[in-house]
């Protein structure tokens, strides 16, 4: 079965640099993967999706890329802020409504 | 309403009794999903509705736990004899599946099950 690995647990920078999250799977490649953002005691939130011929999509502050060959989709935050502080998931979708299968996270800590 | 609404936010239960948990999806949402969190963010699917039909029912345990989604009612989530390891986060999450929503998926707050 397909599984979803973000090797960091935890990351922690200071503010104004860029963060940059690691999202790998293993198997197939997925027909798209997601970004969501998850506040304690709150429910994830999405953030951005890219499809698998797509190499790249930005969000204002947020950037995500998508490489096939490396299996690996990275989440870039530019110029981070304290209120960027949250856990950051990575989900891997195969088709229309389908099931989402999530990674563990990634806490994000942006220190003054 | 522009929010899944979960009831309840928090749900205690001795071992055995049993647990139902709410969802209020977004009025046009179409598709409906559970999801269960356990320790270190671990999200585990449940099951999928998409109005009141089953879409995807491959992450229900087959034992103890039931879902519904009946036309003018939130939709449901129960489990029969609640075993210390149905302690978890459960959220709702619905989707619009239209060309322009990018199968993107709304949470809700989410009902911690706590089992005693």
């Known amino acids: 079965s397909q599984k979803i690995e973000q090797n960091s647990e935890a990351l922690n920078i200071q503010e104004g640099k860029t963060a940059t999250l690691t999202c790998n799977y293993t198997n197939y490649s997925p027909a798209y993967l997601q970004w969501y953002r998850q506040d304690p005691g709150r429910g994830p939130v999405f953030l951005l999706l890219i499809r698998e011929n797509e190499k790249e999509k930005r969000k204002e502050r947020l950037k995500v890329t998508f490489d096939t060959t490396l299996k690996q989709s990275l989440f870039h935050i530019t110029a981070s802020q304290p209120a960027d502080s949250a856990t950051y998931l990575c989900a891997h979708g195969s088709g229309t409504a389908s099931k989402l299968t999530f990674g563990t996270g990634t806490r994000l800590q942006v220190t003054l | ?116």
């Open chain 2, 1 to 116: 309403g522009e929010e899944v609404a979960q009831t309840p936010k928090h749900l205690v239960r001795g071992e055995g009794q049993k647990a139902k948990l709410y969802c209020a999806p977004i009025k046009g949402h179409s598709y409906v999903f559970w999801y269960q969190q356990v320790l270190k963010n671990e999200f585990k699917f449940l099951i999928s509705f998409q109005n009141e039909n089953v879409f995807d029912e491959t992450g229900m345990p087959k034992e103890r736990f039931s879902a519904k989604c009946l036309p003018n009612s939130p939709c449901s989530l129960e489990i029969q004899a609640t075993k210390l390891e149905d302690s978890a986060v459960y959220f709702c999450a619905t989707l619009e599946r239209s060309p322009r929503t990018n199968e993107k998926l709304f949470f809700g707050s989410g009902t911690q099950l706590s089992v005693l």
